[in-house]
């Protein structure tokens, strides 16, 4: 069974950084591009960014371009979001997600990891 | 930039009823890169139709998905009490790479 498992969430202060996992589980996490999303509370879904299944291209989402940071540990099935100067609007649960190229979709979403952006 | 419009915003019906809700593109989108999930409070999101027609697995045969160009539906043969959550379109292509709609709720009237 596939399993994401979000961790790091916490309050923080504007400026401030923050890292968050996700631990992978119950698939060969190396074959498979990874996502984060995040859920602003009362708010639909948005995108924030994905990483290659190898780690070596990333993209990301307008809102946090040259702030936030995806990367990836294939050998310990880990897959990090490194965020920097933190705005109040960056409040969110972070969740990771798994891309299915064969469905060409995300199909699988951890939980996520509540973080708040407050002084 | 594709943008995803979602209609209603708030569905109200009862078990037993007929569904359909809507997913309408900025511009033309290929059918293999649109699909439909399902959130309910608390939880993450579960996957329900890709490529615009086709039931993840698990997924109850009530769920179907239509359409293409700017025009995709999702529609709930016969709503069963556990359906009544909120429903996402989303799309992956070029720019951006991953696109959501603002979903719609489906609640029991």
């Known amino acids: 069974q596939v399993q994401l498992v979000e961790s790091g969430g916490s309050v923080v202060q504007p400026g401030r950084s923050l890292r968050l996992s996700c631990a992978a589980s119950?698939?060969?996490?190396?074959?498979?591009?990874m996502h984060w999303v995040r859920q602003a509370p009362g708010k639909g879904l948005e995108w924030v960014g994905h990483?290659?299944?190898?780690?070596?291209?990333?993209y990301y989402a307008d809102s946090v371009n040259g702030r936030f940071s995806i990367s990836r540990d294939n050998s310990k099935s880990l897959l990090y979001l490194e965020m920097s100067s933190l705005r109040a609007e960056d409040t969110a649960v972070y969740s990771c997600?798994?891309?299915?190229?064969?469905?060409?979709?995300?199909?699988?979403w951890g939980q996520g990891t509540l973080v708040t952006v407050s002084s | 930039e594709i943008l995803l419009t979602q209609s209603p915003g708030t569905l109200s019906l009862s078990p037993g009823e007929r569904a359909t809700l809507s997913c309408r593109a900025s511009?033309?989108?290929?059918?293999?890169?649109l699909a439909w999930s399902q959130q309910k409070p608390g939880q993450a999101p579960r996957l329900l139709i890709y490529?615009?027609?086709t039931r993840a697995t698990g997924i109850p045969d009530r769920f179907s998905g239509s359409g293409s160009g700017t025009d995709f539906t999702l529609t709930i043969s016969r709503l069963e009490p556990e359906d009544f959550a909120v429903y996402y379109c989303?799309?992956?292509?070029?720019?951006?790479?991953?696109?959501f709609g603002q979903g719609t709720k489906l609640e029991i009237k």
């Open positions: 490529g615009a027609s």
């Open positions: 989303h799309h992956y292509g070029t720019s951006p790479p991953y696109t």
């Open positions: 119950g698939f060969t996490f190396g074959g498979f591009g």
């Open positions: 511009q033309s989108v290929s059918s293999n890169y």
């Open positions: 990483v290659s299944y190898d780690g070596t291209k990333s």
């Open positions: 997600a798994r891309f299915n190229g064969a469905y060409e979709s995300l199909d699988w």
